[in-house]
Protein backbone atom coordinates (compact mmCIF):
# COMPACT_ATOMS: atom_id res chain seq x y z
CA UNK A 1 0.00 0.00 0.00
CA UNK A 2 1.50 3.39 -0.92
CA UNK A 3 2.49 6.03 1.66
CA UNK A 4 -0.61 7.97 0.78
CA UNK A 5 -3.04 5.59 1.39
CA UNK A 6 -1.85 5.17 4.93
CA UNK A 7 -2.68 7.30 8.31
CA UNK A 8 0.16 7.30 10.59
CA UNK A 9 0.58 9.98 12.67
CA UNK A 10 -1.14 10.13 16.16
CA UNK A 11 -2.88 13.53 15.50
CA UNK A 12 -4.54 11.93 12.01
CA UNK A 13 -5.79 8.81 14.31
CA UNK A 14 -7.08 11.71 17.05
CA UNK A 15 -8.79 13.30 14.47
CA UNK A 16 -10.82 10.55 13.04
CA UNK A 17 -11.43 9.45 16.44
CA UNK A 18 -12.83 12.25 17.79
CA UNK A 19 -14.63 14.39 14.78
CA UNK A 20 -15.61 10.85 12.69
CA UNK A 21 -18.48 8.43 12.89
CA UNK A 22 -17.95 4.76 13.70
CA UNK A 23 -19.80 1.14 12.39
CA UNK A 24 -19.20 -2.35 13.88
CA UNK A 25 -19.72 -5.30 13.29
CA UNK A 26 -18.86 -8.47 15.49
CA UNK A 27 -15.01 -9.11 14.26
CA UNK A 28 -14.16 -4.99 12.72
CA UNK A 29 -14.84 -1.67 14.39
CA UNK A 30 -14.78 1.08 11.53
CA UNK A 31 -13.82 4.73 11.86
CA UNK A 32 -13.98 7.04 9.12
CA UNK A 33 -14.02 11.06 8.78
CA UNK A 34 -14.55 13.06 5.47
CA UNK A 35 -12.60 14.87 4.06
CA UNK A 36 -13.01 17.62 1.10
CA UNK A 37 -9.18 18.30 -0.17
CA UNK A 38 -8.31 14.53 -0.30
CA UNK A 39 -8.67 12.92 -3.97
CA UNK A 40 -8.29 9.21 -2.26
CA UNK A 41 -9.29 7.33 0.83
CA UNK A 42 -6.04 6.82 3.59
CA UNK A 43 -6.65 4.12 6.19
CA UNK A 44 -5.08 3.49 9.80
CA UNK A 45 -5.12 -0.40 11.08
CA UNK A 46 -4.81 -1.23 14.82
CA UNK A 47 -4.63 -4.51 15.81
CA UNK A 48 -4.77 -5.36 19.69
CA UNK A 49 -1.79 -7.51 21.04
CA UNK A 50 -5.19 -9.36 22.78
CA UNK A 51 -5.56 -10.88 19.48
CA UNK A 52 -2.41 -13.02 18.79
CA UNK A 53 1.41 -12.49 18.73
CA UNK A 54 3.48 -10.82 15.77
CA UNK A 55 3.03 -12.95 13.12
CA UNK A 56 -1.02 -13.50 13.98
CA UNK A 57 -1.23 -9.41 14.36
CA UNK A 58 0.60 -8.81 10.69
CA UNK A 59 -1.35 -11.45 8.82
CA UNK A 60 -3.97 -10.00 9.79
CA UNK A 61 -2.82 -6.08 8.69
CA UNK A 62 -1.74 -7.86 5.52
CA UNK A 63 -5.06 -9.17 5.01
CA UNK A 64 -6.76 -6.03 5.02
CA UNK A 65 -4.65 -3.77 3.22
CA UNK A 66 -5.18 -6.46 0.70
CA UNK A 67 -9.03 -6.21 0.97
CA UNK A 68 -9.14 -2.67 0.91
CA UNK A 69 -7.03 -2.88 -2.62
CA UNK A 70 -9.46 -4.96 -3.98
CA UNK A 71 -12.30 -3.16 -2.68
CA UNK A 72 -10.85 0.41 -4.29
CA UNK A 73 -12.52 1.18 -6.94
CA UNK A 74 -16.20 0.88 -4.58
CA UNK A 75 -15.00 2.82 -2.20
CA UNK A 76 -15.70 5.95 -1.91
CA UNK A 77 -12.56 8.38 -1.88
CA UNK A 78 -12.74 11.52 0.09
CA UNK A 79 -12.55 9.40 3.33
CA UNK A 80 -10.26 8.70 6.29
CA UNK A 81 -10.92 5.22 7.71
CA UNK A 82 -9.66 3.72 11.21
CA UNK A 83 -10.19 -0.66 10.98
CA UNK A 84 -9.55 -1.99 14.69
CA UNK A 85 -9.77 -5.41 14.45
CA UNK A 86 -11.38 -7.48 17.50
CA UNK A 87 -10.77 -10.64 18.67
CA UNK A 88 -12.08 -13.02 16.29
CA UNK A 89 -10.16 -12.06 13.33
CA UNK A 90 -7.31 -13.86 14.83
CA UNK A 91 -9.00 -17.49 13.37
CA UNK A 92 -10.40 -15.59 10.26
CA UNK A 93 -8.67 -16.29 6.80
CA UNK A 94 -8.44 -13.41 3.99
CA UNK A 95 -12.07 -14.15 2.59
CA UNK A 96 -13.67 -13.75 5.84
CA UNK A 97 -11.96 -10.53 6.91
CA UNK A 98 -12.66 -8.97 3.25
CA UNK A 99 -16.21 -9.92 3.76
CA UNK A 100 -16.51 -8.40 7.21
CA UNK A 101 -14.26 -5.17 5.71
CA UNK A 102 -17.37 -5.05 2.70
CA UNK A 103 -20.04 -5.87 5.79
CA UNK A 104 -19.00 -2.33 7.42
CA UNK A 105 -18.13 -0.48 4.52
CA UNK A 106 -21.83 -1.31 3.32
CA UNK A 107 -23.82 -0.72 6.40
CA UNK A 108 -22.13 2.86 6.74
CA UNK A 109 -23.00 3.77 3.02
CA UNK A 110 -19.27 4.35 1.83
CA UNK A 111 -19.22 1.67 -0.79
CA UNK A 112 -20.38 3.51 -4.50
CA UNK A 113 -22.92 2.12 -6.67
CA UNK A 114 -20.12 1.29 -9.35
Known sequence: MKKAYRLKKNEEFQLVFKKGQSFANRQLVL???????QDHFRIGLSVSKKIGKAVTRNRIKRY????????????????DFIIIARQPTGDMNFFQIKKSLQHVLYKSNLLSKK
Open 31 to 37: YFLKKKD
Open 64 to 79: MKQAFLELEDNILNEY
